[in-house]
């Protein structure tokens, strides 16, 4: 069973379009995030929710939002897509108390043509 | 804000040898926690090892152990024995205490060569 899955992994689409990429988590965890690893492989931190309450929001454009319908699941929605945005966009879930640290998902390669 | 610092952008290791991987952070907190991520080419992200700051002891798992020195706020992995499989991207991670928003450094990118 994969603990946190996101898809799809690869997503190609033109300037201006609207996408999502899907995340859902099956370890109970309390608390998912959106990070973003730019083609320089630095990783920053787009979103957190808690008990699907937003508790961060990064300097992130507002064309992102993310979207959790239960504690499970938070989609990442982008848009009116730029080039800029082309990345690699991480999901990750953790517990409250995080001595374990986060669980990631593997993934999805986002680019804009 | 907590910055986490990896000064070491490339490394290289023989296959057996040791090496190590140097972080610092900068924090004005005392309760948080430190982590080492590795990430391969398959991209995805693998907790490698976890220290708690309220702990003194350096912790270890298997091959991989860190040099914790919170005063000096630095914290590197060692990875003994390197293993072609050691390949990978290495992240190190600060993470504050019961706060949802743990900050990476740029990482380490790590060749085993046989």
């Known amino acids: 069973d994969t603990a946190v899955s996101q898809t799809p992994k690869y997503l190609v689409t033109q300037m201006g379009n609207d996408k999502s990429i899907k995340c859902e988590q099956n370890l109970g965890h309390d608390t998912m995030y959106w990070y973003k690893q730019d083609s320089k492989k630095f990783l920053k931190i787009m979103f957190s929710?808690?008990?699907?309450?937003?508790?961060i929001n990064e300097t992130v454009p507002n064309r992102f939002s993310p979207k959790s319908p239960d504690k499970a699941h938070l989609n990442l929605h982008i848009n009116s897509l730029e080039l800029g945005d082309s990345a690699v966009y991480f999901c990750a879930s953790s517990q409250e108390r995080r001595p374990h640290g986060y669980t990631f998902g593997s993934g999805t390669r986002l680019t804009v043509v | 804000a907590q910055t986490v610092t990896q000064s070491q952008p490339e490394m290289s290791v023989q296959e057996a040898e040791t090496v190590t991987l140097s972080c610092t952070y900068d924090t004005s907190e005392n309760n948080y926690y430190l982590f080492w991520y590795k990430q391969p080419p398959s991209r995805q992200m693998i907790l490698v090892i976890r220290q708690e700051a309220y702990k003194q002891q350096n912790a270890t798992e298997n091959r991989f152990s860190v040099n914790f020195q919170k005063a000096a706020k630095s914290f590197s992995l060692k990875i003994s024995d390197s293993q072609l499989g050691d390949t990978a991207m290495y992240f190190c991670a600060f993470d504050k205490y019961n706060n949802n928003d743990m900050r990476f450094g740029a990482g380490t990118r790590l060749t085993v060569k046989p």
């Open positions: 929710y808690n008990n699907k309450e937003l508790i």
